[in-house]
């Protein structure tokens, strides 16, 4: 269930094209389809082949962007940017692209990810004279370009990279050259797409269908693809190339669209046999499999399927939940939960409901949907959740609460079962999760604790930064 | 499919509350329950016992109404509307609800529905020396009102709705009542709650259920129930005791919301059973049965339990599409659909596709979704719709396109079938959908021209009226 | 001094324009010329010949229009209006012109002045049936008009607006007719121009200026001028044929912008005879003549010629204040006058300043000024006033407080002197400023309290009217 | 004559308080006050002893900033700046407070100035690996305190303005201390004042007014004022201390407020003395002295003395003048001086007209008021400039027109005189300048082209730099 308040968050989505008309317009479109890894704000820088062309702004795409400002956005290749954030740093000033001029000329640059060696490198930057503008780690990798003395925009991006560590998925951009990379591990995804003759890269291939454009493949991790006017070419620009896999197994779980695949496994698909493998390990007696959506339907679907109970659309979305919505001052039980979904009590009434949902984070949100479909007449509501108890922040791009939030870090089963009032509760295992979505080479960091990459994320900064208001 | 550009539209949904703290803030919730009826206009009416305090606007529940603007509308019993219309009228002329000043006070009315007499009425009043500021037909309403010599509010309401025809669920306000009432055949929806010591009226349950309210009963055709300080009264105004009752079938094929229920009859469930049925007179050799969502959803569950073909998300739905969208000069393929649907390529590639749809207006979106999904891979596409073919307009409160523009009224199902590039199309039959909801009392006159009050909708006015810019 | 919250306000400028390509945009300019009229609402309406086009809002001309919503405004003869209002009726229901339809076809009317047996002809037509969507005088005139029998528009105007007394500068439009009538008094402006072979009217000289148009005559008093196809004819429709003019003596001190001129007198030129009389009824002895800018600055110019003392822009005004602004918590003295005027302690430091105002209201702001002057450094205050002390309310169409708000209808001059702090204190005498503006037929009631026409404007409405929030 | 599109245009304000409760509502204020030096984009940032916090925004002051936003600007110190720009560089990368952080943690600074080594420092830092956000030259100043090694605050602003040369008035903040410079050569004014026990500082005195503050003096050229928790101290900074005063004459003639004055000279009075001398230099036989207001006013006040001839206000500003304005397609003589001008033409038919301006800079706007002023009745137009012919561009902070387009550059005082429609034009002298403005180390350039600072500011920038849509 994905209420704003209660939910991991991605940190963003990140978009290519050179080549086409109307660049700016189809990042436009792109930005469009990646909407669900950011909302908070969104960016396009364009070239024309000698300068860029730079809007940000705060909101939603189709906020951010009119007709005027795409007509202003010149050129036949762009990236772009669309960014969640938590309240503290939700500024324009860390709104990205980022693009400055340096000594290598303008340069502009998208980032989905988080470097874990940043607060360090940053400092260093400092030390030797540099000033920041944001609090994003994204300005640490355009300094480290800047003061490359590689000979070319490749050499200094990957000069860049040999010094940070942990999780992106990067599109540059100078006048004439566009550059997207995968960090080593892999972390986050990034994909390759073509649309006639032009190029195109998307943290998602539902970017390119948006846009008529075809999916060709899953940029590896490791690899600097680079397009110019001489085509496009791939490299293996990082000396360590003993890095291990790790993509995101949370992708599959809740991140990506349903329409979105990675390296052959469709995440619709993972999710029903999350749903599968969960009603064999956590088998329910009950009338009903509901789930809560959007992002648990595809595991209901498979729990449905192998529990042989039926499925039913016992919660409904609404769709008209803006971004701010005046409370009344007489409390409404549940009040955020009902503007968000509504049950259908012809379905629940007096049923045994088994609840499907994708993750508990604090699990107040649980709680609120245990109870108001209990209150809708339900006899009995057991939850099921198609992913492992999530234990472990995140330190490679996702936005997750502190270790102490999270209720799964603190409390066995039994005991968040009996907080969000559920007759019962059952979660994947890690095992599980693996065999439902296939394949090898994931971080399941978030469930299990094993970080392939040392976090240094919490450092404190030597100082306080500046602050936007 | 609720695509804006090729769906019947609701007109409008109505709410009232009396004798409840905090009334305005209620029925701002009240409104946003009832957001999917209307998302042109909203307006709140509240009174103190002594006046009314009035704000409309254009634009969402969300929009129009402001904290401060909330804190302003003084009272403990409110009326609210919110509203669907064509581009023609779409102004804020006629936002409701409607709101003056009369001889007998004031006043104030949201309408749901569409009388059929209206224009011979405005010309009968504009030939006794009324003044029309709107185009609606509620204005009509409140000149009859006014120009009654009934000797209470009551008997000024019966009266005026004596003179008129058609459909309405009407909600009334002076300073010191509040009046809901419904047409003698009662076309349109209108629900009777308590939230505590306090009356709700609604055109659906839901809005009950948000605030915390408890749904009653639905307020009977030809029944005005009366709110004032001595509590709650229901009469039995109107001359003709004869009518038939004639609920809109619509209602239950796509208006409502799903957690909805209309005397005794869940809308969800009744979907589901046109779906059954569906799949009975329709049958189809099919890999996958899926919706288009969200209003596909529950037929389609019915038609794949009904067929044993499994049921599959194979349409994703876009959460953030605006009013207005930049689109691209170059020409991307059934654009406007693609920006609201994804099909899931996994899915549907080479497989037959079962596509449950709840109508087909003008046949272009079917057409548009018939070809993404062949797009995406379908070896076949079979479309069933979950109601019969809409081959006539409606005059009672829905807007519809003229005859001529409703496909199913020109071509034969085989040649829409051609026309939408399906590989085959079946509808549900008028007998199956009644049976398929059950109950009796419907008016189901866009699917079999049999309409229960003559339409003089179509008489021109005999001048062409002002225009709102 | 047109501090907001302590003047008279006048309470509309309208505008119309018949025959001439670019109707809509020859409206806005002409309105934004007469914009110092009315700055809280704007409005147009035009006509193709056969049907009316509305469009009316809050705020600023050149706010409420976009050049989308003036090209929508179709025809080539349009009527504009310009609004102030005090807070409690300032609503959008309230912006003009008004626009209905009704049994003789569609009307607009825009109006400047106020009629005085408005709320007995309200209570009448609601009697009879009327419902009011305003609170404006306006509705009752048009509703008036929706009920004459008379054979032409020429005649249902006239029949309504022998019904009506009072002040009112009308400008009516049929979707064939344009007309323009002044009551038999003359209390406001209108004025009649030429653009090409197209008409104008306006109520100043000046808003013809600016659109290149020829300033012909005013208008006179219980004259009606008529445009249509045939061309323009002038009518004397009013049966009260022995009215005396009374023009408003009000437009000469403040209202009117001094680049107008009404009956051949130019309200600079006569600004600067008020200072003159003014300097010869109250001399001083002073080193500096400074005016209260910008409406005492021609009196300044005169008063300072007559006297031989120099003249000096010792308040300098802003050009940026807005319509809010935040206060500082802790108080800055004299907060909302240092906001808009800024003395010049050069001129001012040691000096004896004779300050030249056009008027007093409740006394507030002439204090703040004098004792802002007074901290500049100003040795002596000596405040001159270019009109009479104001003592009565005005019926005629200006915005006035109540009596008890008039400082110079509960106190002397002396104790006003001492009130606003000034060193002494003069005004111009009734008789003075007849003879510094010359001519004869004015109204000078909110000085002198002789009203030509009874004042039933208190006459309590027998109910609590709608409320717009 | 203040026309946006044919005007000098100062580039900027700054305003800062150190040690005041609700700093930043007093910055606000201060800001409003000199909002006439930039329109453009306002920002403030304030500390509270610990962190900065900052906002920015493109429009004008009271736009910029909502109560809201002024709430979280916490603390009891601030800095502030308005700004003008042309249209290449409007946008809000290059608003200004500046603020980063960097190895000496957040500073931010506010700039009013232009410095003619800007594009050579920038190279060199972009050599030493610094990357740039904005257009802006204060961001050279910013890298230059980030990589100075002094061990102080003061010691690195000091270092890094020992690199720049050209105009400033600088504000800096850190989270501790607040510190005003001025160049060596005073380019553009910077004053000192004292609230309580606070500290002010800002680019004219008026700004202390409105606040309450009292003016203490000017900040000296080459000063560096520093304010912190032990008090305020004064240093001298600079090594070269043989730089001569240059004070910016034109701040006399045009960009200050006539209620300002710089170093015991009033604006206002000077102005009068301009007009003096001009009437003495350049006599006309007139009927008339009206100025082009507001900025031509005192000049011909002081004309109008010494010639003896009758001041009076033939043109009238409009005070509702905005941003955009919809132009009607057929051309509109003088549509744009219309809008702002308007013509008293009882004062002007018939009479020899002597029309005081401050300046002509393309000749556009003066032949448009010429003409005007013509067409209303003028028997002759003889126009009196109160500067010399303005012939050279400024390199100190103001945005001039290219030499190209400067008509004085091009053309002798008779075929300006011709250009514009004059019966007769004169000009102030150089020495007549001087002489007006009395004292001495005054800054000329724009009419002598004497340069104190070599220019470089037309060097071309290696590359071109990114562009903000």
New interface residues.
Partial sequence: MDLEDDHFHDECGVFGVFGA??AA??T??GL??L??RG?ESAGI?TSNG??????RGMG????V???P??D??HGDRAIGHVRYSTAGSSH??NAQPL?????H??I?VAHNGNLTNAARLR?EL????????SDSDTEVV??LF??SRGRSTVDRVAEALDAVEGAYSLVFMT?SELIAVRDPHGFRPLCLGKLGEAYVVASEP?AF????AEYVRDIEPGEMVVFDETGMRTLRPFTDRKAKKKFCIFEYVYFA???A?FGGI?V??ARKRMGRVLAELEPVKADLVVPVP?SG??AA?GFA?ASGI????GL?R???V?R???E???S??HFGV??KL??????LEGKRVAVIDDSIVRGTTSRKIVKMIREAGAKEVHVRISSPPTRWPCFYGIDTPTRDELIANRYSKEEIARFITADSLGYLTIEGLHRAVGGSGYCDACFSGHYEVANTHHEQRR???????
Same sequence: chains 1, 2, 3, 4.
């Fill in positions: 008309a109307e317009n189809l436009y479109l469009h389809s909407q669900h909302q820088v000698e300068q860029l062309f730079v809007h939603l795409v189709a906020d962007f009119t007709a400002v795409i202003r956005l324009i000033k693009a400055v001029d340096c000594a000329g303008s502009a400092d400092e030390d030797a004279g540099s000033i920041f503008s355009v300094h800047a003061r006048p539902p269908h948006l846009i008529g669209r349903p329409d695949d469709s619709y698909q959007d339907v595809a679907l399927e039926p499925f039913e659309l409904i609404s769709h008209y803006g701010t919505f005046i009344p001052q007489q409404i039980r009902r503007l509504h049950p259908v009590r012809e379905l100082q306080l930064p500046l602050v936007g208001v």
